[in-house]
C-alpha cells in the first residue's frame, strides 16, 4: 500500500541520516505490523511536555535542523514529531536537548482530509499540490512549530472543524503574533504564503540564536507575573480554546468500554486524556455504525441539535472529535455513570417507589417541555434513551432520531417508516410516519408504562403488543398494531400501578393527536401526583 511505502521511505531517509538532533534509527522490522526500532526518548514528545509543564516557565533553547544541506525535506515538523532528550535546567544553566523524530506517513501519499487535518502544520502549496512538498514546506512547519513552542504546546488551530481550518488558509490567515517583536517576525517570515519568500534554515538559525543570545536568561525565571504576561502576548481567545475544548483530539481520545451500541450508532466511555498521565476526564463518546452519506448527514443534524439544547434534564454537549476526516466524526457528551434507565429500574426495583418513578416522569416532562419550546421533536422518546445521573436526577440521553419542526409546520413526515421499535409510535406516526410534539406525548404515555413496569422484560411494550397480536412479520405488525389502537386497545395497567398514574398514560394515548395533553399540562399533573403519594406507603 501506498502508506507501508511511505513508511519505509521514511525509515529509508532516517537510516541515511545521523545527526545529535535526529532520532537514531536502529532498523526496521517488516511483516505484518512493520516496526521502525529507535532509540527511546526519555521525555517523548515536546507539545505533550508542554502543556504539561504549562506556567512553569520552562522554554526550550534552540533546536537546529541541519537537513537541508542533504536536500531532504522532513515533511512533517511539528513539536509532535519532536522528542526532548534532556530537561533544560536554570539552576545549571544546561539547556534542554531535544531531537527530531521521523515524519512518518508523508503528506505525499495521505488523503486529502488527513492534509486538512494538518492544518496549520502542513504548508498551504501542498494542501492543494501534496507533490509540491519540498523543503519551503519544512519551513512553513518550522514557522508553526516555533509559535506552538513559544505558546507552551498549543495550537488553536489545529482544534477548528475542518472547513474553518480550509477558510483558515483560503484567506491567507496568521496566527496571533506574540509581542516579542524579533520572534514574531521571525515566525511571519517562516509562515509566509509564498513559498519562495522563506528564509533558509542558515539564516533561521542565525536570527534563533542571536533571540536566544539576548533574552534567554529572562526567559528561563518566568516569575508567575511574567507567566501572566506571556499569556496575554498570545491573545487570551485561541488560548482559552485549548484548556476548555469543545474539538476534541483523537490521539488524546482513550477508549475505555463500549456503553451501548444501537442500528445506528455506538456510544464509548473514554478517557479524555491530553497530557497522556489517565487524569483526564472520563466521556462518553457518540460515533456512527455506517457511514453513508445520509447518515453521516443525520449524524450532523443530530449534533447540532444536542449543541444547542442545554437543560438539566438533557445530556451534556461536550464537544465533537473530528478524526480521520468525515468517516471519523464524534459526538462527546458528558458520561454517566448510572448508564440507561431502563436497566437502572430493572437493577433497582426493590429501592425505588412511585414517588421516585414520578420524579424521574417529571424530569423528562421538563426536558420535554424545554424540547418542544426549541421547536424540537424527540421521535424515540423510550426508557432505554433516558440516562441516570443518580437515584435522584435522569437526562434524556440521546437525539439520534430528533428532528427540528418547520417554521411553518407543527409537524414532521419522515421517509424512513419505523426507525425506533414501533410499540412507542402513536397511531399517525404508524400510518402516516407523521411526528409532532403530541406523538412524543404518545411516546412520553408508553415511558410512563415501562417506568411502573420497572423495565421489566416480560412485560415491556414489544410483549405486551406481540401477546396482543400472536406472530407476525413487520409490516403486518405495524397493520395489525394501528388496528388494536383503533379499535382502542392499549398497554394494560401495571401491577400496582396507581390508577391516577394509569388514567395519565391513558391521557397519552388520545387517539387524536389534537385530544392529548401538552408536556406544559402534564408536567404539573405529575408534580401534584408525587406530592399526593407523599404519605401513602407502598401500594
Ligand atoms: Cl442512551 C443511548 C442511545 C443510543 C445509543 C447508541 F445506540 F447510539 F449506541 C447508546 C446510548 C447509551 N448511552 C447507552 C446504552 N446503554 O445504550 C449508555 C449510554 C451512556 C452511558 C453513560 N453516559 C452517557 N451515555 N452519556
Known amino acids: 500500500s501506498p502508506y507501508s511505502q511511505s513508511f519505509l ?22 511483516g505484518k505490523d512493520s516496526v521502525m526500532v529507535q532509540e527511546y526518548v526519555r521525555y517523548g514528545p515536546l507539545d505533550l511536555y508542554l502543556k504539561k509543564n504549562q506556567g512553569e516557565g520552562k522554554v526550550t533553547t534552540s533546536w537546529k ?5 542533504k536536500k531532504i525535506t522532513h515533511g512533517n515538523v511539528s513539536a509532535k514529531k519532536v522528542l526532548l532528550t534532556r530537561e533544560g535546567d536554570a539552576a545549571s544553566g544546561s539547556p534542554p536537548f531535544i531531537k527530531l523524530n521521523d515524519p512518518g506517513v508523508s503528506v505525499t501519499v495521505l488523503a486529502k482530509e488527513m492534509l486538512v487535518e494538518r492544518i496549520p502544520w502542513v504548508a498551504p502549496e501542498c494542501l492543494n499540490d501534496p507533490k509540491s512538498l519540498a523543503l519551503p514546506a519544512d519551513k512553513w512547519s518550522f514557522g508553526v512549530t516555533l509559535w506552538e513552542i513559544f505558546s507552551g504546546g498549543n495550537m488553536p488551530v489545529s482544534l477548528l472543524e475542518p472547513q474553518k481550518k480550509l477558510d483558515f488558509y483560503q484567506n491567507s490567515l496568521q496566527l496571533p503574533a506574540p509581542k516579542w517583536a524579533e520572534l514574531a517576525a521571525l515566525i511571519a517570515q517562516c509562515m509566509d504564503y509564498r513559498p519562495h519568500c522563506r528564509p533558509c534554515f542558515r539564516a533561521l538559525i542565525r536570527d534563533l540564536n542571536s533571540l536566544i543570545t539576548s533574552d534567554y536568561e529572562l526567559l528561563l525565571d518566568l516569575s508567575p507575573a511574567d507567566v501572566m504576561l506571556r499569556d496575554s502576548f498570545w491573545g487570551y481567545e485561541p488560548l482559552a480554546m485549548c484548556q476548555d475544548p469543545t474539538y476534541f483530539e483523537e490521539r488524546h481520545l482513550k477508549y475505555i468500554s463500549l456503553l451501548g ?113 426549541q421547536r424540537c421533536v424527540h421521535r424515540d422518546l423510550a426508557s432505554r434513551n433516558i440516562l441516570v445521573e443518580s437515584e435522584t436526577h435522569v437526562k434524556i440521553g440521546d437525539f439520534g432520531l430528533a428532528k427540528l419542526l418547520p417554521q411553518d409546520k407543527d409537524y414532521y413526515v419522515v421517509r424512513e417508516p419505523g426507525q425506533s421499535p414501533v410499540f412507542w409510535y402513536a397511531p399517525e406516526s404508524l400510518a402516516d410516519n407523521v411526528f409532532s410534539r403530541a406523538s412524543d406525548i404518545w411516546s412520553f404515555g408508553v415511558l410512563l408504562y415501562e417506568l411502573f413496569t420497572y423495565g421489566n422484560k416480560s412485560k415491556s411494550p414489544s410483549e405486551e403488543f406481540l401477546r396482543m397480536m400472536g406472530t407476525e412479520k413487520t409490516v403486518q405488525i405495524i397493520c395489525h398494531l394501528l388496528q388494536l389502537l383503533k379499535d382502542n386497545r392499549r398497554l394494560p395497567a401495571a401491577a400496582g400501578c396507581p390508577m391516577e398514574v394509569y388514567t395519565l398514560m391513558l391521557s397519552c394515548w388520545a387517539f387524536t393527536p389534537g385530544s392529548r395533553p401538552t408536556f406544559g399540562e402534564l408536567v404539573p399533573k405529575i408534580q401534584a401526583l408525587r406530592d399526593s403519594f407523599f404519605f401513602k406507603p407502598l401500594g
Request: glycine share 8%; hydrophobic share 35%.
Open 65 to 69: 535542523l541541519q537537513v537541508e544541506d
Open 9 to 30: 521511505e521514511a525509515a529509508s531517509i532516517m537510516s541515511q541520516l545521523s545527526h545529535k538532533h535526529l532520532v537514531l534509527l536502529h532498523g526496521v522490522s517488516l
Open 261 to 373: 451500541k444501537g442500528n445506528f450508532g455506538s456510544v464509548e466511555l473514554c478517557r479524555y486524556d491530553p497530557l497522556g498521565d489517565s487524569t483526564g476526564e472520563l466521556v462518553a463518546v457518540k460515533k456512527l455504525q455506517q457511514h453513508s452519506a445520509k447518515e453521516l448527514q443525520d449524524f450532523e443534524r443530530e449534533i447540532q441539535i444536542l449543541h444547542s439544547l442545554q437543560h438539566d434534564f438533557i445530556v451534556q454537549y461536550r464537544g465533537v472529535c473530528y478524526s480521520r476526516g468525515q468517516r471519523g466524526l464524534r459526538l462527546v457528551m458528558e458520561y454517566l455513570p448510572n448508564g440507561c434507565l431502563r436497566d437502572y429500574l430493572q437493577k433497582n426495583e426493590p429501592r425505588l417507589d412511585h414517588r421516585a418513578l414520578l420524579l424521574y416522569a417529571w424530569q423528562i416532562g421538563k426536558g420535554m417541555e424545554y424540547l418542544g419550546a
